[in-house]
């Protein structure tokens, strides 16, 4: 299945789906039908906070036209914070979309995590993931800001500092404290303050969630039928 993705949200998550698609698709023997298209985070961001939703939805639609354009069959976003738009693009794509959140709301439950506390923007985790998360509990940081704007910060440079890493890994710990299962890393850049280290805590990467599902699409483990049945598909 030709899979198109909407990168840029920001460029560290972008590569790290880039290279987990090639990489399971060599693994299974499979070519890969890929086409990928660049979105501004920092657009993005704007009209995030501004409340922007349709205007976003229009953008992301454009950029979804191009992938139906080059052949694409499905698409995703490649970030968990832009879905503030998602009912308003999912109305004006030209293709089937493949939420990264709904996948993860689907693994949580299957692994018996009733509750789990997020990571990532303000937006995504006060909303429970844009109401997306129907199985799984949700548990909140005390901060909720602070750690929304240490991760949107970090998301945009493309790199993590000591000081952000010990504020999202102090906020992790709490929610666990105060009674999370696991900690879900809802923001896809994420990976810069936890890759190769021990946060000393349980955590479920959406990232690697999502892509996975991404590279059964890409290489034909799954079909569209399949993710409509166990409702990881809208409509």
């Known amino acids: 299945m030709h899979v198109g993705l909407i990168t840029g949200l920001g460029p560290a998550a ?3 789906y880039y290279q987990h698609l090639t990489r399971v698709a060599a693994e299974r023997g499979c070519r890969l039908e890929l086409t990928m298209v660049e979105a501004n985070i920092r657009d993005v961001l704007a009209n995030n906070l501004a409340g922007r939703t349709r205007e976003q939805a229009e953008i992301f639609a454009g950029l979804l036209h191009r992938l139906k354009a080059a052949g694409a069959d499905v698409a995703s976003i490649t970030a968990i914070g832009p879905h503030f ?3 308003e693009t999912l109305a ?3 293709l089937p979309l493949v939420s990264a959140v709904t996948p993860l709301d689907m693994f949580c439950a299957e692994q018996g995590l009733g509750r789990i ?3 990532g923007t303000a937006r995504a985790m006060k909303t429970r993931l844009f109401g997306q998360m129907v199985r799984t509990d949700i548990l909140l940081p005390e901060d909720v ?3 929304g704007t ?3 910060d970090m998301a945009v440079q493309g790199r993590c500092d000591e000081a952000t890493r010990q504020l999202l890994f102090e906020a ?3 929610m666990m404290t105060r009674g999370a299962d696991a900690i879900a890393l809802a923001g896809t850049d994420l990976l810069l303050a936890f890759d190769g280290r021990d946060p000393g805590f349980p955590v479920v990467d959406a990232l690697e969630v999502h892509a996975a599902l991404l590279a059964d699409l890409a290489t034909d483990r799954r079909t569209l039928a399949d993710l409509a049945d166990r409702s990881l598909l809208p409509g």
Do not use: D, F, I, K
Request: aromatic share 10%; net charge negative.
């Open 14 to 16: 972008s590569v790290v």
């Open 92 to 94: 004006l794509s030209p």
């Open 145 to 147: 800001e602070a750690v």
């Open 172 to 174: 992790g710990r709490g």
């Open 85 to 87: 738009c998602w009912e």
């Open 150 to 152: 240490a991760y949107q």
């Open 117 to 119: 506390g997020p990571l």
